[in-house]
């Protein structure tokens, strides 16, 4: 069964940092592009971050770009988002996003919640 597991939301005051974990099951995410999404309170889901099949090249969001770093563990089959100096605005559900651009496989994860709060 193909899965997409994220952990490691919570509650942080502003200024702190998470890291956020995507593990894969049921596929290998080597031939995967990986990207996180998240939709916060009230909003559309946005798009945060993706990192190509290799980990060569990584993509931000102008909100994230400099505090929030995405790097990839292919031998663990997990993706992990570093976010720092966080920010109320970060608050949102966070998804993780599997897709190959060999077979157009497109997975979801169940999401994690963020809350930045004081």
């Known amino acids: 069964q193909v899965q997409l597991v994220e952990s490691g939301g919570g509650l942080v005051q502003p200024g702190g940092s998470l890291r956020l974990s995507c593990a894969a099951s049921?596929?290998?995410?080597?031939?995967?592009?990986m990207r996180w999404y998240r939709r916060p309170p009230g909003k559309e889901r946005e798009w945060v971050t993706g990192?190509?099949?290799?980990?060569?090249?990584?993509y931000y969001a102008n909100p994230v770009k400099g505090r929030f770093t995405l790097s990839r563990d292919n031998a663990k089959n997990t993706v992990y988002l570093q976010m720092n100096s966080l920010k109320p605005e970060d608050t949102a559900v966070y998804y993780c996003?599997?897709?190959?651009?060999?077979?157009?496989?497109?997975?979801w994860g169940q999401g994690t919640q963020v809350t930045v709060s004081s």
């Open positions: 049921g596929f290998t995410i080597n031939n995967y592009v």
């Open positions: 996003n599997a897709y190959s651009t060999l077979n157009a496989n497109d997975y």
């Open positions: 990192i190509t099949e290799s980990g060569d090249s990584t």
